[in-house]
Nanobody, 116 residues
Framework: QVQLVESGGGLVQPGGSLRLSCAAS????????MGWYRQAPGKQRELVAT????????NYADSVKGRFTISRDNAKNTAYLQMNSLEPEDKAVYYC?????????WGQGTQVTVSS
């Protein structure tokens, strides 16, 4: 069982930045994938970005490429999402996802609001 604790959401003006963190704890194997997903009101949850534990291979949704950066600190079992040039369309609840051995764990979500 893996537990996830997210932090860093909040209210920001368009063009601003936020950094989300996701700390994993529990039974963690060396090979895993951490990622961020988001869900806006009335919409399905969608992929934002993922990163592998080995090699730090990243994958981004087209809508965030060039603006968001995912990273991780394997020693701390923590993933980060640096979000720059935020747009009103980025407003959503952001969820951290941890995958290993074909099992997935989700965080509780953190609200990101982009508004002037």
């Amino acid at each position: 069982q893996v537990q996830l604790v997210e932090s860093g959401g909040g209210l920001v003006q368009p063009g601003g930045s936020l950094r989300l963190s996701c700390a994993a704890s529990g039974s963690i194997f060396n090979i895993n994938v951490m990622g961020w997903y988001r869900q806006a009101p009335g919409k399905q949850r969608e992929l934002v970005a993922t990163i592998t534990s080995i090699g730090g291979i990243t994958n981004y949704a087209d809508s965030v490429k060039g603006r968001f950066t995912i990273s991780r600190d394997n020693a701390k079992n923590t993933a980060y999402l640096q979000m720059n040039s935020l747009e009103p369309e980025d407003k959503a609840v952001y969820y951290c996802k941890f995958e290993q051995s074909r099992r997935a764990s989700w965080g509780q979500g953190t609200q990101v609001t982009v508004s002037s």
